[in-house]
């Protein structure tokens, strides 16, 4: 079983996809999603892609954690 850093993560995928251009890696707690989104339609407004793919991923193997969030 081969271990993958999570700040490589992004750019094993934008390889094995043959996509072209920057690949990010993002992790500000609850907001990463939303933030890469923002990242990527600013980028798109400013000129400095065409287009991009935004993922956001969040799991949670202890229900405490949720349960915490939830009170």
Same mark, same amino acid.
């Given at each position: 079983?081969?271990?993958?850093?999570?700040?490589?993560? !992004?750019?094993?995928?934008?390889?094995?996809?043959?996509?072209?251009?920057?690949?990010? !890696?993002?992790?500000?707690?609850?907001?990463?999603?939303?933030? !890469?989104?923002?990242?990527?339609?600013?980028?798109?407004?400013?000129?400095?892609?065409?287009? !991009?793919?935004?993922v956001g991923t969040n799991i949670v193997l202890n229900q405490n954690v949720t349960t915490q969030f939830v009170k």
């Open positions: 079983m081969r271990l993958v850093a999570h700040s490589v993560l !992004a750019h094993r995928i934008t390889y094995f996809l043959q996509l072209k251009g920057p690949s990010v !890696a993002l992790d500000s707690a609850c907001s990463s999603s939303l933030f !890469a989104l923002e990242h990527a339609y600013k980028s798109i407004q400013l000129g400095e892609c065409d287009n !991009a793919i935004v």
